[in-house]
């Protein structure tokens, strides 16, 4: 599943256990929408923008220790993370429900940890003997089988279900690349100072975690250096992330014998019945060079190496919930080095956010009840009419676009889905069962409940109601084989949305959010599906030329935004979210002044804290963005999120939209109002 993020996302006994571990002191401050003493005066709005905007906020706000970055997404998140704190202890203490239980006990789980230090890494012992009686690399695909099926632990690829890209009325079974423990392809392959000397690290990082779970020094490098020759391997033959934004990059339908012709050290057969799918005639194989790959690391049959694979993504999968000398070590690396985030986020946090993973939409029928009103979901069914008005009359007045794209493109937003808030129907948590002392096996359980729910949709409908974000998430999405915008509730409030501001703000805060998504269906990426989400060209070729030429100017314009000294954003990687961002800043501005001008009178240019409409438009758009990056999650982010920075969401977006100019008095050929100009939509 191929989805359009708004922003990335955020990670993050007995009953007496949960009051020894440390909780949150107090209740964090409700985000405000428009923060007045969050803007830097001194700063000229027409040369940056986003420092005028955010100067003041950035320097009140500096990153929390136990984060990588904070900016209002944070705040928010926080916030919401708090209350659903406050729900999970409830529960676990005193629950009221089996539901509420059920989430309660696994909360308490995570909570405990002196039974997490006393147990140490004796929850992976069963996983650990079973990859050591291992012997036979021609039987891995047996052995894969059997892991999944026991532990849900998976290695090397992922299986799962996914729209048939080319009849997205059908669900398929695909196989993709997986199996790389650092963030991405080029930590392995690229021979910079900085890459050398993470691989460095994360060689001596795996060595003491070898070391931990009872090897010699000596077998520990020997494993450690095992492992990163197997991930080398599997990275050289993973597909780039800009290469897998092209939907038919990803498509690739073989039959299993195909495929096992692709990879004959791999019996795929044994594997299907062994995942319950062994009627299976055909699948999507994402990453053909991939499988390639895999299967020469089987043919090598060097036994040993691939048991250190094993060993160590058992070991790194649940590092975090082991004992604290594991834990600790899994953070200096995983945390400290790649993200550069001073202390481990406190486990309140982690418990509440892996408990809401896990259990999301139990977690969130009873979080929407007390923290999500009916009045919000009118409110933003409103919002969503009016942006939809806005972007349909925008593509009306596209003067690169002909009259026949323009009817396409129109039946496309005319079939655009909206799910606002929470699910209609609750996800059924029935068959997993959760214990008060198991972390460990809570995940697994939570894994293997998930895979076999995920399974169990290939050869059936398409389920055009799920929703795949929890209730409680500050984030959105657009997903492109169904064609919808997915606002969860979480996000339906300030600094976003607030209903007691002026529309000018509301507009710039959650109206933005909402363009943004949709501008997500025209992207390069979304553009390449249909009304009904099938990957088919709607286009005039003409037109896809034009279409291809203005997002190349986004391309070479973002590739020049550094977000860290010498490096720079990647264009190509940002390029969705970045013309999503554009779109959105124009078709809400848009919608905005049609507001205004219903209201009459002087609704378009009554000011507000010595402010027009326009500028709290623009003020409250960029205040969503405020943020402070430490500058390891900077470069990191660089290499992995298709989100570009704040900073360069907000300057990018404004320096491509003449409206700002004007809205304060810019005049040509300053920063923020260039000569030369980017446009999509």
């Known amino acids: 599943m191929r989805l359009s993020l708004l922003a990335p996302a955020l990670l993050l006994g007995s009953l007496p256990v949960l009051a020894q571990v440390s909780a949150p002191t107090a209740e964090p401050k409700q985000p405000v929408s428009f923060d007045l003493s969050g803007i830097d005066k001194t700063a000229d709005p027409c040369t940056d923008f986003y420092q005028y905007a955010c100067g003041n906020w950035k320097k009140n706000n500096p990153i929390p220790a136990d984060q990588t970055r904070w900016g209002r997404f944070n705040e928010l998140a926080e916030r919401n993370n708090y209350l659903l704190y406050q729900q999970l202890k409830t529960a676990a203490d005193s629950p009221k429900t089996p539901l509420a239980k059920k989430y309660g006990d696994f909360f308490a789980a995570c909570m405990d940890k002196p039974l997490a230090d006393k147990l140490g890494y004796t929850p992976l012992d069963a996983q650990f003997k079973t990859i050591a009686a291992f012997n036979d690399p021609k039987k891995f695909a047996t052995f894969a089988g059997m892991m999944e099926d026991k532990y849900a632990q998976g290695f090397f690829f992922g299986f799962g279900s996914d729209q048939d890209q080319k009849d997205a009325s059908k669900v398929i079974g695909e196989v993709d690349q ?20 993470i691989r460095e690290q994360y060689l001596e990082h795996m060595k003491k975690m070898f070391a931990l779970i009872g090897d010699t020094p000596e077998q520990a490098a020997t494993e450690a250096k095992a492992v990163l020759a197997v991930e080398t391997a599997l990275a050289q033959g993973s597909m780039s992330r800009v290469a897998r934004r092209n939907p038919n990059n990803l498509y690739h339908i073989m039959t299993i014998a195909q495929l096992q012709d692709l990879t004959p050290g791999f019996d795929w057969k044994v594997y299907l019945a062994a995942k319950k799918e062994s009627a299976l005639p055909s699948l999507n194989v994402a990453t053909p060079d991939f499988f390639k790959s895999m299967n020469m690391q089987l043919a090598g049959e060097n036994l040993a190496a691939l048991k250190s694979y094993m060993r160590w993504h058992v070991l790194h999968r649940y590092a975090a919930n082991l004992d604290e000398s594991i834990a600790t070590e899994n953070f200096n690396f995983f945390g400290a080095t790649l993200t550069g985030q001073k202390e481990q986020t406190p486990r309140w946090k982690r418990c509440t956010s892996m408990t809401d993973r896990a259990l999301g939409e139990a977690v969130g029928q009873d979080w929407v009840k007390q923290y999500f009103p009916p009045s919000s979901k009118d409110s933003m069914e409103k919002l969503v009419d009016a942006l939809d008005k806005s972007l349909g009359e925008d593509i009306k007045g596209l003067d690169w676009m002909s009259d026949a794209t323009k009817a396409e493109a129109q039946k496309k937003l005319d079939a655009f889905r909206r799910k606002i808030g929470y699910p209609e129907n609750w996800r059924d948590y029935s068959k997993l069962e959760t214990k008060r002392n198991d972390l460990v096996g809570n995940l697994a359980r939570s894994a293997a409940f998930t895979d076999r729910r995920d399974l169990d949709k290939i050869g059936k ?13 500050v984030n959105a999405y657009y997903n492109p084989a169904q064609n919808d915008i997915n606002f969860p509730a979480g996000i339906l409030q300030p600094p976003f949305f607030d209903a007691k ?79 999503a ?14 507001v205004l001008a219903q209201q009459g009178g002087d609704a378009a240019s009554k000011q507000v804290d010595g402010y027009t409409p326009q500028q709290r438009y623009f003020i409250g758009f960029a205040q969503v963005w405020c943020e402070n990056t430490r500058e390891a999650t900077a470069r990191l982010r660089a290499k992995t999120d298709p989100h570009s920075s704040g900073q360069w969401r907000v300057n990018g977006s404004v320096q491509n939209f003449e409206e700002f100019g004007k809205a304060f008095g810019c005049r040509k050929g300053q920063p923020m109002v260039p000569v030369n100009a980017c446009r999509v939509w």
């Open 178 to 197: 997986a199996g790389l423990a650092l963030p991405d392809r080029d930590y392995y392959l690229q021979n910079d100072e900085r890459m050398t000397k």
């Open 581 to 594: 961002d554009n779109g959105g800043l124009r078709i809400a501005y848009a919608a905005l002044m049609s």
């Open 501 to 579: 501001i002026d529309p000018a703000v509301n507009f710039g805060g959650i109206g933005v959010v909402i363009g943004h998504e949709m501008t997500h269906g025209f992207d390069d990426e979304g553009s390449q599906f249909d009304a009904q989400g099938n990957v088919r060209s709607w286009w005039t070729d003409e037109d896809r030329k034009k279409f291809e030429a203005r997002t190349d100017c986004e391309v070479k314009e973002y590739d020049g935004f550094e977000v860290a000294p010498g490096q720079n954003l990647n264009g190509k990687l940002t390029l969705g979210e970045n013309t």
């Open 461 to 473: 409908p398409v389920d055009e109601r799920e929703w795949l974000m929890t209730p409680p998430t």
